[in-house]
T-cell receptor, first 111, second 116 residues
Framework: GIQVEQSPPDLILQEGANSTLRCNFS?????LQWFHQNPWGQLINLFY???GTKQNGRLSATTVATERYSLLYISSSQTTDSGVYFCAVPQIKAAGNKLTFGGGTRVLVKP | EAQVTQNPRYLITVTGKKLTVTCSQN?????MSWYRQDPGLGLRQIYY???????DKGDVPEGYKVSRKEKRNFPLILESPSPNQTSLYFC???????????????FGQGTRLTVV
């Protein structure tokens, strides 16, 4: 099945700093999602981004499907940005349409 | 508000006592699935459903049952829970495109289950 790798695994930021998280995937995909898992365990949808660039406030994402990677940008980070960020891609229909998640990037934003 | 609702959010139970975790979505999605999240193992799919009365096993189905009698509901049943089923569980739903591939997935709030 498809492999999804995220980097870096851990990130410590000072409040106000910018950062870039990367997601590499091993095969062609028809869509990709970014999630934020907050300290209470909830998975929050950030972006549904098969290709191109999207922005939502201080967050933006870019997917280059032909080169099999996606980037998540956090600008002017805040303590509420802390948590784990996952990217996920769907498997093919025969594999149950399941989402394959990367290992996540654990982000800690210090005040 | 479009959402996936799971209940309960937290549950502590004893080995062997049957339990059900409910999941309901209000987006008229065809596809629903259950995942469990464990440290070091990530999120793994338990069961999924492509539509009403159509369910199938995911990667880790042992010890679980599901049913899909209505489009909006997809309960997860543990007939005889064991300590190795202690985990964080998520229900998810999405619509299917013309090629029957998933579009954007939405997740419930999670159910933290402890089996003692």
């Amino acid at each position: 099945g498809i492999q999804v790798e995220q980097s870096p695994p851990d990130l410590i930021l000072q409040e106000g700093a910018n950062s870039t998280l990367r997601c590499n995937f091993s095969d062609s995909v028809n869509n990709l999602q970014w999630f934020h898992q907050n300290p209470w365990g909830q998975l929050i949808n950030l972006f549904y981004i098969p290709s191109g660039t999207k922005q939502n406030g201080r967050l933006s994402a870019t997917t280059v499907a032909t080169e099999r990677y996606s980037l998540l940008y956090i600008s002017s980070s805040q303590t509420t940005d802390s948590g784990v960020y996952f990217c996920a891609v769907p498997q093919i229909k025969a594999a149950g349409n399941k989402l394959t998640f990367g290992g996540g990037t654990r982000v800690l934003v210090k005040p | 508000e479009a959402q996936v609702t799971q209940n309960p959010r937290y549950l502590i139970t004893v080995t062997g006592k049957k339990l059900t975790v409910t999941c309901s979505q209000n987006m008229n999605h065809e596809y629903m699935s259950w995942y469990r999240q464990d440290p070091g193992l990530g999120l793994r799919q338990i069961y999924y459903s492509m539509n009403v009365e159509v369910t199938d096993k995911g990667d880790v189905p042992e010890g679980y049952k599901v049913s899909r009698k209505e489009k909006r509901n997809f309960p997860l049943i543990l007939e005889s829970p064991s300590p190795n089923q202690t985990s964080l569980y998520f229900c998810a739903s999405s619509s299917l495109d013309r090629a029957h591939m998933n579009t954007e997935a939405f997740f419930g709030q999670g159910t933290r289950l402890t089996v003692v």
